[in-house]
T-cell receptor
Framework: SQQGEEDPQALSIQEGENATMNCSYK?????LQWYRQNSGRGLVHLIL?????REKHSGRLRVTLDTSKKSSSLLITASRAADTASYFC?????????FGKGNQVVVIP | DTAVSQTPKYLVTQMGNDKSIKCEQN?????MYWYKQDSKKFLKIMFS???????INETVPNRFSPKSPDKAHLNLHINSLELGDSAVYFC????????????FGPGTRLTVT
């Protein structure tokens, strides 16, 4: 079954720096989505990129998708303390979303 | 005005008991889900309903039984609770099927002692 695998697993950065996370998957997808989970909360959808798209922006977020390498990256620019959270990629295929293990990002004020 | 709500938020119970978790969404979505998140934050789908009809039923013990009385509600009943059932359970909903973004509830932390 397809499953996003984020890399790196944990990231600690200073406020104002950029944070980059990668995700790889194994099978064909319809789309790939990124979610954020703050501690003790539910997941919040951030951005969706379709399989025929290569890059997408939303505010300080930039997502890329390389279907030939079956990988995606999420870039958060000018990070803020409030960006501290776990970030999950999820691949849509086989009538369901399959979530990766998540990246813990800590932004130090 | 919460979009997806779950009750209770915390549930502590003993092995062998039966418990239910309720979920409601006021977004008008047709599709609802139950996920289980383990202690390592791995999120796995358990069930999905589309307009009250079961469309995804992952390999979940039959002690878990979802019920959807209408398309805005999806409840989860668990019989004979086991220690391994301890986890955070999330309800979610999405518009127009499973390929769109999903909206998650706040989660129910279940602890079985």
């Amino acid at each position: 079954s397809q499953q996003g695998e984020e890399d790196p697993q944990a990231l600690s950065i200073q406020e104002g720096e950029n944070a980059t996370m990668n995700c790889s998957y194994k099978t064909s997808i319809n789309n790939l989505q990124w979610y954020r989970q703050n501690s003790g909360r539910g997941l919040v959808h951030l951005i969706l990129i379709r399989s025929n798209e290569r890059e997408k922006h939303s505010g300080r977020l930039r997502v890329t998708l390389d279907t030939s390498k079956k990988s995606s990256s999420l870039l958060i620019t000018a990070s803020r303390a409030a960006d501290t959270a776990s970030y999950f990629c999820a691949t849509r295929g086989n009538n369901r979303l399959a979530f990766g293990k998540g990246n813990q990002v800590v932004v130090i004020p | 005005d919460t979009a997806v709500s779950q009750t209770p938020k915390y549930l502590v119970t003993q092995m062998g008991n039966d418990k239910s978790i309720k979920c409601e969404q006021n977004l008008g979505h047709d599709t609802m889900y139950w996920y289980k998140q383990d202690s390592k934050k791995f999120l796995k789908i358990m069930f999905s309903y589309n307009n009250k009809e079961l469309i995804i039923n992952e390999t979940v013990p039959n002690r878990f039984s979802p019920k959807s009385p209408d398309k805005a509600h999806l409840n989860l009943h668990i019989n004979s609770l086991e220690l391994g059932d301890s986890a955070v359970y999330f309800c979610a909903s999405s518009p127009l099927g499973t390929q769109n973004e999903q909206y998650f509830g706040p989660g129910t932390r279940l602890t079985v002692t």
